[in-house]
C-alpha cells in the first residue's frame, strides 16, 4: 500500500470545522482514500472512504484532489467526541485480493472547550 | 447488530506464561483480522482470515504466535510465550467480502500487560 503523509497534531475548538490533510502523492489508481478514527481505549471507527470524486456522510466530508494526490476530511461543528487520532490509510478493494488496511501515526486531533 | 466481541477485556501475566484472546465478528462477516496496537503506535496487522484459510499472515511471528478460525466464524489468537515487548492492545475486526467497502468494524480490544 502507497505511504500517506499526516500531520502529527492539530488542535481545534467545539463548534468550529476543521480540516484534516493527508498527503498520498504515490497513489495507485485502484486504491481507495480511507478515513478511520480512534479514542482511547477503543478500537478504530470507520469514517468514510473514497476514490476519485468528494464525498459526505453524517461523520464527514471528504474533499479529494483532481490529481488525487492529496484529500482532506473535513469536519464541521466539532464537539469534544470529535476528539481522537484519525488516520488517512491507502487501501486497494479487489476481490479476491488482499485487502488488508495499513494504519500509520495519524493526526491527534485534540478539541477545546 | 451486535458489534465485534473480544474477551477478556485485559490481561496480565508474567514473561514466559501463555495466553489467548479469543474474537466474535459481525454475524455474516466472512473476513476476520487481527492487529496489534502497541502503546502510542497505530495498530499493525499480525493476521487475517477469509473463512477459515489464512490470506496474509505475514506479519505474525510464528515462533510464539498462533491464530486460528477454525468453522470460519470466532477465532483464537494465543501467544506461547509471552515477552514484555508483547505489551499492547490486541484488536479483532471483520469484514464482509463485497459489503460496503469492505468497511472493517473493530473490536474494544484486549490490553495486555507481561511484567
Known amino acids: 500500500d502507497a505511504k500517506t503523509t499526516q500531520p502529527d497534531s492539530m488542535e481545534s475548538t467545539e463548534g468550529e470545522t476543521v480540516h484534516l490533510p493527508c498527503s498520498h502523492a504515490t497513489i495507485s489508481g485502484n486504491e481507495y482514500i480511507y478515513w478511520y478514527r480512534q479514542v482511547p ?3 478504530p471507527e470507520y469514517v468514510t472512504h473514497g476514490l476519485q470524486q468528494n464525498t459526505t456522510n453524517s461523520m464527514a466530508f471528504l ?4 490529481d488525487r494526490k ?3 476530511l473535513i469536519l464541521t461543528h466539532v464537539s469534544l467526541r470529535d476528539a481522537a487520532v484519525y488516520h488517512c490509510i491507502l487501501r486497494v478493494v479487489a476481490t479476491g485480493g488482499n485487502n488488508k488496511l495499513t494504519f500509520g501515526q495519524g493526526t491527534v486531533l485534540s478539541v477545546i472547550p | ?8 477485556r485485559y490481561a496480565v501475566l508474567q514473561e514466559g506464561q501463555a495466553v489467548s484472546f479469543w474474537c466474535d465478528p459481525i454475524s455474516g462477516h466472512d473476513t476476520l ?9 497505530g495498530p499493525q496487522l499480525l493476521v487475517y482470515f477469509r473463512d477459515e484459510a489464512v490470506i496474509d499472515n505475514s506479519q505474525l511471528p510464528s515462533d510464539r504466535f498462533s491464530a486460528v478460525r477454525p468453522k470460519g466464524t470466532n477465532s483464537t489468537l494465543k501467544i506461547q510465550s509471552a515477552k ?16 460496503c467497502a469492505e468497511t472493517l468494524y473493530f473490536g474494544s480490544g484486549t490490553r495486555l500487560t507481561v511484567l
Open chain 2, 33 to 41: 483480522y487481527w492487529y496489534q496496537q502497541p502503546r502510542d503506535q
Open chain 2, 1 to 8: 447488530e451486535a458489534g465485534v466481541t473480544q474477551s477478556p
Open chain 1, 63 to 66: 474533499a479529494i484532489a483532481s
Open chain 1, 41 to 43: 481505549l477503543q478500537g
Open chain 2, 84 to 99: 514484555q515487548g508483547d505489551t499492547a492492545t490486541y484488536l479483532c475486526a471483520s469484514s464482509r467480502l463485497g459489503g
Open chain 1, 70 to 72: 492529496s484529500s482532506t
